[in-house]
């Protein structure tokens, strides 16, 4: 299942969750919209591990938590900490930075 933020509190969310994955969008991207129904299938896919949708103009704490230039970005936390991201509106890439967390 994925959630979408409702509030600026994704550094709570990922010291509540052992694996996080985000997808950082805002309302106006057009890669955003064409990517979330894929996050939405990699989320149905690893139900251990949750999955989040942050509108990146809305939550700046919750933006500070990664590298965000560019949108979609697709970051991963583990255990608490950052471990790695992507900016891409390719599903390959985001299915890789998937598995690479959720498979440690």
Known sequence: MVQELATDNLSQ?????DTVIVQYSATWCGNC????PKFKKLASENRDTT???VDAEK????RKLATVDNLPTFATFK???FVNQVQ???????????DEVTSN
């Open 79 to 81: 255990g608490g900490a």
């Open 59 to 62: 939550y700046p704490e919750s």
């Open 88 to 98: 891409t509106n390719k599903f390959d890439i985001l299915k890789n930075l998937v």
């Open 51 to 53: 999955f989040v949708i």
């Open 33 to 36: 919209r064409i990517m979330k």
């Open 13 to 17: 969310l990922i010291q509540d969750s």
